[in-house]
């Protein structure tokens, strides 16, 4: 008996549907059974490998940065987590050197120093560690600016790929914030935020004065470093050369010692523990503060040239590459921002008659920076500022 016709092509119509199915979901990778964070992280490799070959425009750069950027989200991601971390060192270095200042040597200051030099030491050091302490804490605490997330109509420039929002001019995104900042200079660690639009003056006098903190410590401590380490090479060679009464005679050959003696009588060392730590703890105090004086002081130096010529740091790359690409067709470049250097440094600090240089410059103030950060027509305030 043969079987029937219709029999047979419903059998083969369901055996082809099962292969179809299967096939599906093999080339589906049958990713249901997956983690979500283990698909989200697939999917996002293969859009990095599509990428590669997306139109006709990519290039040798595009291709790299795709091919970093796995490690550009690494970096990211441990700075995001050690972000905490740094500013906790910065405290704790910072709370060193005032202890060994305040322990060590404000009693040295005050016994030997005549009382001009001291109330010179005195009110110029606690001005400068408000100036440190004030500065620090508003950059850390103060949100760089971050563009409008709702429809609006101020203008801007382009959109950003990764918040698909609208950037406004002077606008960057901040891979380890994970948001726009407005008029962005970069991402600090130390300070575990972004330097932009509203922080960005308290970043800048922080390093200023930092940097001067440090210069003062090292120029005022180098007589004391200089005779912290010869007293401890000194304690070196005291341990090293013990003096004491050595056994001679028979008595060393044989062995005899009369009672209550050993072979070398030690007396007590010349020197106590305190005054060891002491000499210590000023050459660590030293060490330290040259050291950030040079590091800090030339990042301080490369900022303030930025702010002459009313850049930030991502923007001096922008236009050196802006400026190469227009003399290449015989042209000039000029930065829109640019308002001279003075100029520059009075919008920057927010100067608008003479007394501000003391009250907002050589004084810790927490006065808000000009505009919104979302535009930037100031010309105005260019032209009535020039004569302050």
Known sequence: MRPCPTFLLVLLRWVRLRMCARRWRYSNGNNSRLPLCVRQRWAYLKLMVNSLYYNSLTNSDVIMDSLMEPIFWMVDLLTRWFGSVFVCLVVILTSSILLIAYVGLLPLILNTYSPPWIVWHIGYGHWNLFM?????????????????TVKNDIPFVS???????????????CGICNTCILKMDHHCPWLNNCVGHFNQRYFFCFCLSMTLGCVYC??????????????IERF???????????VTGMGQLIGI????????????????????????SIIYMWV?????????GGLTIWHA????????????????????????????????FNYGRLNNWKVFFGVEKRSHWL??????????????????????????????
């Open 218 to 231: 090292s120029i005022s401590g180098r007589n004391l470093f200089l005779d912290a380490y010869s007293a």
């Open 359 to 388: 009250t907002r410059v050589l004084l810790p103030s927490g006065h808000a920076p000009y505009g919104n950060g979302l535009t930037w027509d100031i010309y105005p305030i260019r032209k009535d500022m020039i004569p302050v």
């Open 257 to 280: 010692l009369p009672p209550g003696q050993s072979t070398y009588q030690t007396p007590p060392p010349p020197y106590t523990f305190r005054d060891k730590m002491f000499h210590k």
């Open 236 to 246: 070196k060679h005291m341990d090293l050369d013990k003096s004491g009464v050595p």
């Open 288 to 296: 330290l503060t040259s050291t950030v004086a040079v590091a800090l």
């Open 159 to 173: 959109v950003c790929k990764k918040c698909i929002i609208p950037k406004p001019a002077r606008t960057h995104h």
């Open 305 to 336: 040239v930025l702010i002459s010529r009313g850049e930030t740091s991502i923007e001096r790359h922008i236009n050196n590459k802006e400026a190469e690409r227009m003399a290449k067709h015989g042209k000039v470049y000029k930065n829109p």
């Open 132 to 148: 440190i302490v004030f500065h620090y804490y508003k950059a850390t605490k103060t949100a760089p600016g971050y563009p409008p």
